[in-house]
């Protein structure tokens, strides 16, 4: 720590955490295995962000009782997945270096419709209630 001038210029550590007037943890900032790591705590004392950036890239992930959204930037590209209220998988997105992509699911998480582009044009797929294929666009 380093008390140069007027205020404390540097603080190192491994782990910070905020805390509320109640002693209730609202944030923590901390140096995981793969990397820095920040999540800010709701007043149910769940995460409702979190920011990491890994070995793979970074992560951006959002969520409320209502569902969640996760943004990863990875080496291959971008992807975001939105889930429900019970954490099932409805939609997602890919932005990748050989495709890019859209994939819908049902209440069950499973696949039930996917769009794609890559070099060799659209594809566009429905699933049935099991993730068969159904259906492909001639």
């Keep these: 720590m380093s008390n140069e001038g007027s205020g404390v210029k540097e603080i190192r550590a491994n782990r910070f955490i905020l805390e509320d007037e109640n002693g209730k943890t609202r944030a923590e ?3 995981e ?3 820095p790591c920040l999540h800010l705590f709701g007043e ?3 995460v409702c962000l979190g920011l990491t950036v890994g070995k793979d890239g970074p992560c ?3 969520r409320d009782e209502n569902g969640s959204a996760y943004l990863n930037v990875l080496k291959e590209g971008t992807t975001l997945w939105l889930s429900d209220k019970n954490g099932k998988s409805r939609a ?3 932005v990748l270096e050989e495709w890019t992509g859209l994939g819908l699911c049902d209440e069950n998480g499973n ?3 996917g769009l794609s582009v890559d070099k060799d044009g659209p594809d566009l797929r429905l699933f049935d209630k099991n993730s068969r294929p159904i259906w492909r666009a001639p």
Aim: glycine share 12%; net charge positive.
């Design 29 to 31: 900032i901390s140096m």
């Design 60 to 62: 951006l992930m959002l």
């Design 44 to 46: 149910n004392d769940k």
């Design 111 to 113: 696949k039930r419709a």
């Design 92 to 94: 997602g997105f890919a």
């Design 33 to 35: 295995k793969d990397g």
